[in-house]
C-alpha cells in the first residue's frame, strides 16, 4: 500500500533575513488561523526570489519566533535569465480601496512584479495618495496573494505617479489598454514574443482624456484593446495580464514547469 503523500509546508513571509522574524500579521496568522506551534515547520518567504525551510522556535503569548534553515526554492527575477515569467509593470489608475484589492490580489497571482498608481487628469483625489494604512493594508493583501499562488517575487507597489513622469521614462515594450484602439492585445503580444520587460497602461474612469491620448502617441505608446465592453479596472488589467503571461511565460508543458 502507497504510503500518503507528504502535505506541502504551509508558506510564511519573511520581515528580515538578518534577523530572522515573520513579517507584521504572520505570526498571528501562524497562531491563531494556522494553529503553528513550535516544531512545525514552514516555507519562508522572503519576497525576492528565495523560500527557505523555516521551524517555529516559539510561540506563546509573547510572539513566535522562528530559525531559518536549508534554502529551498530560488528563482530569478521575472524578465531575467532563467524565469518563467516576464517582467510586467502596470501602470494603472488607483481605484476604490474594495476594488484595489481585488486588484492587487490579481497582479499578485499573475506574477506582475510591479504595479504603479497612475495620476492622470481625470484621476479623482482618492487615486491621487497611498499612504499609511491603505497602503499596509494593499501591501498585506499582495503577500496574502503570493503565498496563495505559490510566487517567490512579492509584487512592489510603487508610489503613485503622473503619467508625464512616466512617459519620460524609456521602456522596453508599453502599450495602452484603451476599447478605442484597432490592435487586439492578443495579436501585438504574438508579434513581439521577443520582448521580455512590458509596461501596461490604464485609464482611470472615463479613460485618457485628448491630451493624455496625444502624449501616448508622441511617446510611440500604441493602444490596444481586450474586449468590446467596457470593462472595470481591476479586471481589464487581470485579463491584459493574463494574455501577456499566457503568451509569454516559459513552460514546458509536458513537466508543466518552466523550462530551463
Request: glycine residues 8%; charged residues 25%.
Amino acid at each position: 500500500m502507497n504510503a500518503s503523500p507528504t502535505p506541502p509546508l504551509r508558506r510564511l513571509r519573511l520581515a528580515d533575513l538578518s534577523t530572522p522574524e515573520l513579517a507584521p500579521g504572520e505570526a498571528e496568522h501562524a497562531q491563531r488561523v494556522l494553529r503553528m506551534r513550535s516544531g512545525d515547520a514552514f516555507e519562508a518567504l522572503d519576497g525576492a526570489g528565495s523560500a527557505w525551510l523555516g521551524r517555529i522556535r516559539t510561540a506563546d503569548r509573547r510572539g513566535v519566533s522562528i530559525e531559518l534553515g536549508e534554502l529551498l526554492r530560488r528563482e530569478p527575477e521575472p524578465g531575467e535569465q532563467g524565469s518563467a515569467l516576464p517582467r510586467v509593470t502596470v501602470a494603472a489608475a488607483l481605484p476604490r480601496l474594495g476594488h484595489a484589492e481585488e486588484l492587487v490580489q490579481c497582479l499578485s497571482q499573475l506574477g506582475a512584479r510591479r504595479w504603479i498608481p497612475l495620476v492622470t487628469r481625470r484621476s479623482p483625489p482618492s487615486g491621487r495618495e497611498l499612504e499609511g494604512h491603505r497602503r499596509e493594508r494593499l501591501e498585506r493583501v499582495a503577500g496574502e496573494a503570493l503565498k496563495q499562488s505559490g510566487g517567490l517575487w512579492a509584487l512592489e507597489i510603487a508610489t503613485p505617479t503622473p503619467l508625464e513622469a512616466l512617459l519620460a521614462a524609456p521602456s522596453a515594450r508599453a502599450v495602452r489598454c484603451t476599447p478605442r484602439a484597432d490592435v487586439r492585445l492578443c495579436d501585438f503580444v504574438a508579434s513581439s514574443c521577443q520582448i521580455n520587460t512590458w509596461v501596461l497602461y490604464f485609464g482611470p474612469e472615463g479613460g485618457f482624456d485628448p491630451a493624455e491620448e496625444q502624449a501616448f502617441e508622441a511617446a510611440g505608446v500604441p493602444g490596444v484593446w481586450l474586449a468590446p465592453q467596457i470593462l472595470r479596472i481591476e479586471v481589464a488589467v487581470s485579463a491584459a495580464l493574463a494574455v501577456l503571461v499566457n503568451r509569454l511565460a516559459r513552460v514546458d508543458p509536458a513537466a508543466g514547469a518552466p523550462a530551463g
